[in-house]
């Protein structure tokens, strides 16, 4: 049996809410850039410790930008993964802090067919059934709250779940089904997805990774900035 890697992110997603204690609106919070890296494939059973640190937290004016660094480890310290996670707090910069570094853009070589391709349908369920991993943010299920947020006119699909869609297809597509040879997988997400829609993932080779794109049908851009590693 083998734990498909993207599961790094249920795990360390579970130790969020002892970060803080602080109530977050789902409508201002937004999930900018995720990354996860394993250092060995997940045991099919036992126990994971999952330790978080918020490593910077950045003012950009109209929002507070925090990355924090979830890792996971065996109960004899045996280091598994790091999931690390980019989130924007509408709302909350203008405190006059740093406002952070400008990534580097990270965009496939024009005119050049990607190394590999591979679609996932999803269906128009999906945002319900992804909920039951543990993420009850009302944007992706309740079309009123959705339209509160001011930038969806209906629920849109969780990017985890787009981000699990990108890492399946990067293990069908580079690893052979065989999770132990994917290492690392990071990603921004730049636009909306809706339970239904068609996820196409690509990848480029580019000096020992991939740079990889997920797009819809519609043509747009829904993961960019992104790259894998994979042996």
């Not at 850039?33 to 937290?57: A, D, H, Y």
């Not at 707090?89 to 853009?105: F, L, S, V």
């Not at 992804?130 to 299920?141: E, M, T, V, W």
């Amino acid at each position: 049996m083998q734990v498909f890697p993207s599961y790094a992110c249920i795990v360390a997603g579970a130790g969020f809410p002892r970060l803080s204690n602080k109530p977050v609106d789902g409508a201002r919070f937004i999930h900018g850039e995720q990354m996860i890296k394993l250092f060995k494939p997940f045991p099919s059973e036992g126990e994971i410790k999952v330790k978080g640190v918020c490593e910077n937290m950045f003012d950009k004016g109209k929002a507070a930008v925090v990355h924090t660094r979830m890792s996971g480890r065996t109960p004899d310290g045996e280091h598994i993964f790091d999931a690390k996670y980019v989130h924007f707090y509408i709302g909350e910069g203008g405190w006059g802090g740093d406002r952070g570094p400008k990534a580097e853009p990270l965009n496939p070589p024009e005119g050049k067919e990607p190394d590999f391709s591979v679609s996932y349908k999803t269906s128009e369920d999906q945002a319900a059934l992804y909920r039951l991993s543990g993420d009850y943010n009302p944007l992706h299920l309740d079309p009123e709250f959705a339209k509160r947020s001011g930038k969806f006119d209906r629920p849109i699909l969780h990017g985890l779940c787009t981000y699990g869609h990108a890492t399946r297809a990067i293990v069908e597509g580079l690893c052979n089904g065989e999770v132990a040879r994917f290492k690392e997988f990071k990603a921004r997400f730049t636009s909306e997805v809706y339970p239904g829609e068609t996820l196409t993932t690509s990848g480029w080779k580019d000096n020992g990774r991939y740079i990889i794109q997920v797009k819809t049908e519609r043509g747009a851009t829904v993961l960019g900035n992104a790259y894998a590693i994979v042996e």
